[in-house]
């Protein structure tokens, strides 16, 4: 085995995310490669230090570019606001650093496409780099068994694709103000935070999405922030679209950040011409399955639950339906990463995928202020 | 307890439906008038017989025109294919008979227009005659609990509705061309058939459709007719709209015939600010709820079982989650046609309401041909 | 079409289900007898007048004896507190009539042994009778579906059955005492009421039990009744047992009555070497399928719903899905007590097996007095 | 934060388990101690280094004994077949080391009372020792927020427990003999290995029991071993025990191991006076509650979806409803020790809870064998 150094920038929700899949790794997969907690970069030193204690980082810096510049890190991990990931992201390429940045890849299309320019600008006179998105749920063992079901042909021709990922975070009025309602600093609203993970999960099993429809909707205009101050929410708290796939499949994808009750609102259904399968995050350890093939008076939705035929999945438990948790998919994920570096397999979620989920994103933008159909480019 | 005549044309699926409701409606609902199975209208008079014998009426007839004319016959059922609506309907106003027409009212709205016209001529000159559609998803209890919940204001501000009605029994390529599948008879594909169906209930529980924006496919473009000719499929198997109610909210409706594994896939989603709701007629009998007011650590949806608190279910059982069946939301529907001749209490949907859904279906057609959003009118 | 009269003695919760079902089970079946509502005979004649109207029988009564002689009266029915069946049914058998008898038969078995007595008394000089208890969950089209995929040897050896039927009706203190809470009408409390439906649905799907041990609990010791007087309830709230069939399977039963949070829990599940199969009759149209035989990856307990392969389903509705209620289970089990008088089929629980019932149930008492493991017999 | 150091025995499933929780602790909680992986313990050196370097421990060895006396292991942790727990735990004992031992404790409540007395030796004339059991599913944040929901009398008085723990991981005939089917190396069969699970969970939420009834089975009398030998299986397949707490509540038990179709089949249903509580660990991040206090028309059992009302879950995440696995279990079970350590905190099974649940076992045994009803004792 062989140790490759981690640099974390962020340890908010995400960032400890990405600390207890870096430690829990090498338990968990034993190799190929083991990535080792070098160091954490925070927005001072004080929390840098007790953030790296607590998350088990060798030492915490105030200054993530220097992190970047250290020799010691062989990756540079990305678990800060939206609007930070281009610079951070850049420098990282430019240091010659593989890296590792959470969804969203940007703010849109744009900054996704300087990110793209310094990695080919980098790879064209470099060993290449590898760049993995933080698109966790497409980890799941669950989503990669749907994905060789599709793969396998099982489902026929596929028909039709709904999607979504609905929460209610921000459903109550009198959560404050965030970043995350902020135009600059979080890009888009419910779209790209949760938006980006249902486009992603219909890219990575269906295919490119080609023209679209979308229409948005801010519930709550105005929320307080942390200093009493009230502001104006400059992004959308839901949206929905309708899409067709290169396929020519017809599907449907909704986000909301005010869906009362949902709190992993990720999931999906496909309808095919043979079998139909459905998925939904707050039960990410099941998978259902109507299969057209059992015989009359046998057919009825099938709820298979993770075991040892679901890729990834035998590493954390011999043991059927022991089920995996949100945290895990990091874990996967982490592994993932691991094996594109030391096997140069591929990623669920590259730069250039993360870009054509940012330009669905901006197309939702666009068709909804026009009202108009629009094609995604 | 006085007794009412009904003329029934047709004795498919759905007219025997009408017929087990007829007979069962006096010992559930004891009252105020009694439904008594007095002619039975079909293609031929053998047919007519066999079938009047069989479904509990007193006299088969093959003259339907005849039928509505007689004195015995105080409310005329239309149960036949939609194609055949506008001129049984208009006959049985012209004869001073009250109309129970199946869904959906008519082909279009053109249609629907006429049928409303004879009526309007009828009612300026005679007593109004009572008019219902056979929309009878809207009966259920949990329908008519969830329209209480949503009318005392525990959603709070409703901000999204999802509603669907998706069926497979057209997904398998081998089932033969029906009249379902030809323009000139069924009018719509989905849209007419189930389509209506959700969009009734969006326009019940949440108000009048504005505008909107579909998109629609046709997945099996030939069929087999019974005598072995191949035909063109004419209509939608599957159709998709995002629309907005005049109150503003955002919602989608979908429907398909090639739904593959969803049998009575009839259900819907609403979230409000303060609690959202959740059906499904596969699981008829129960209505989920989620409610921002329990305390926390004790929130969650809610299945709901129907009892006694949900409207008319006493009349069928006194005991709480002895659920009720598809049948018996006829039998609902036949009681609020009784209550509505007795009391003049209002229907579900009536003459003025169904043109209101061909219009909304007339649209999303017009929607999907021009590829854009259009205004319901 | 032959019609054959029927008189019904008792309109309360269970008389009232038999009504609706004479009522539609023409239309729904068509045949081959056509049950005819002749009388209904209640406690005083204006109950019974207005009862008889309200449930559309011919006539009503204040004398069961003298109804029960009539000549009209080809079936009587007794849907009286459980005291009273004895006598009613004994009586009926001696005057030559069909009984079809609400479950439990009887207060006990000796009681039972009484009843049978008089059949055998009755059958050895005259044409035999046909006799069926009201087991009705028994004729629910999935329950016919377990039977048969059981019968086929799909599940391979079956070597657990659990089964109970949980209510909460008497939950709350507050409900007043009542003929049920009292031994010398009711004879046993929750074991009589529900607990002989899952007696019976143990006996119908595994086969004959042979020993048993039980325990049984009063929760509520003292009930007010309707005259404000406290009264002690004398008979168990809940009960359970572990038994063994005669086959040598192992099980568990259990019933009760203030099982807070059940309405109709009504449920089983039985393992077997290859395939395994649950139904919880609160959703009623479903029933859960494991197959071993599933291939890797593709297994997971598999939901049916009702359709037309379900036996008897087809009579109601031709569309999958479109499911029955609790008041439909009695049009089929009138359908089956119509094929035993027309063709001589056998019923689902006759008073032969309706006694064996009594015998668990005895036995389940004898068992909790002794704490200790007792034969049936 | 201060480093406690971690002596591992055995490096299978169960090894595994504890080797990633060890690795995860600190990220997860940051404190207030820190497990160290130091060493790992397996059956010969090769195995042990390969082990050790794979779950991520300082060294691999081959002799438990030297292992146990190390000056750098503070706790030794036993993950090996129940026959070698014994020995293990009482070598720690006397090496004055905290024990952590996987479930079930022992062979039976003698090999346990053994083990007691060699703590209670030590801790007479020593600092006492900190003793945990491995009873994982009793850490699940679910499971904290029902033991409040219990202690806070929601469910007012307790009337019923249904408690099971059913795998099928035994079912196929075909699956080899292991140790788990020997007597001498096992002792019982699903009682000691699941069954302890569903006891100490009844125990940690009822309380103690103190009388049962209990029936066992075996099912596949024989198996084939990995050496082609046919040997018998020697203890029970499957049991069942209606048993009554020392507060009067009646309760059933259950165990399998060749349940088909269920994975992970630890669940329970807790029916109170006023509440009542379901729990089922394939959906182990939701817990179902039904309150009588609901209004009319609002009652029925609702998904409580894990989040920071949960104990525990917030050190994991701070989104609701992002749900843990089974092996995050393990992680919060090291923070109970960790904590116990620290702050003297009491633990969910400490050795004196773990004779209990050997001693309902033996009991159950016992009543089997005697088919008798027996007091725990």
Not at 102 to 131: F, G, M, S
């Amino acid at each position: 085995m062989q140790e490759i150094g981690i640099g974390l920038i962020g340890s908010g929700y995400i960032g400890k995310t990405h600390a207890i899949a870096y430690n829990a790794h090498r338990a968990v997969f034993g190799g190929p490669l083991v990535p080792v907690c070098r160091a954490l970069a925070e927005i001072d030193q004080q929390k840098a230090t007790s953030a790296a204690a607590a998350l088990g980082f060798d030492r915490g810096v105030s200054d993530w570019q220097q992190m970047i510049a250290a020799d010691d890190i062989d990756i540079v991990a990305i678990a800060t606001p939206n609007a930070l990931h281009k610079e951070m992201a850049i420098a990282a390429i430019e240091a010659g650093k593989h890296i590792y940045i959470e969804k969203p890849l940007a703010l849109d299309t744009h900054e996704a496409n300087e990110i793209i320019a310094a990695l080919e600008k980098h790879n064209a006179r470099h060993a290449p780099l590898v760049h993995m998105l933080g698109y966790n749920y497409l980890c799941n063992p669950m989503i990669s068994l749907a994905k060789e079901i599709i793969a396998s042909g099982e489902l026929g021709t596929i028909v039709h694709f709904r999607g979504r990922h609905i929460e209610d975070y921000m459903a109550d009025p009198s959560i404050p103000f965030s970043w995350r309602c902020s135009k600059a600093v979080s890009g888009t609203g419910a779209l790209g935070d949760m938006g980006s993970h249902i486009i992603s999960m219909a890219m990575y099993l269906i295919g490119p999405i080609v023209s679209l429809c979308a229409d948005t909707d801010i519930i709550i205009p105005e929320r307080t922030d942390s200093n009493g101050a009230v502001k104006r929410v400059e992004n959308e708290d839901q949206a929905q679209a309708m899409v067709r796939f290169a396929s020519g499949v017809m599907g449907f994808l909704e986000t909301s950040r005010v869906a009362t009750g949902k709190k992993q609102g990720l999931g999906f259904e496909i309808v095919g011409t043979k079998a139909s399968l459905e998925f939904d995050q707050e039960r990410m350890n099941e998978l259902r399955l109507y299969e057209t093939s059992s015989p009359n008076g046998r057919k009825g939705f099938k709820t298979i639950l993770v075991d040892s035929n679901c890729p990834d999945f035998k590493a954390f438990c011999p043991a059927p339906g022991h089920g995996l948790g949100y945290n895990d998919l990091k874990i996967i994920e982490v592994n993932r990463l691991m094996k594109a570096i030391a096997e140069g397999a591929a990623v669920p979620v590259d730069i250039y995928q993360g870009r054509n989920i940012e330009m669905v994103i901006d197309t939702c933008v666009l068709s909804a202020s026009e009202r108009a159909w629009k094609d995604v480019r």
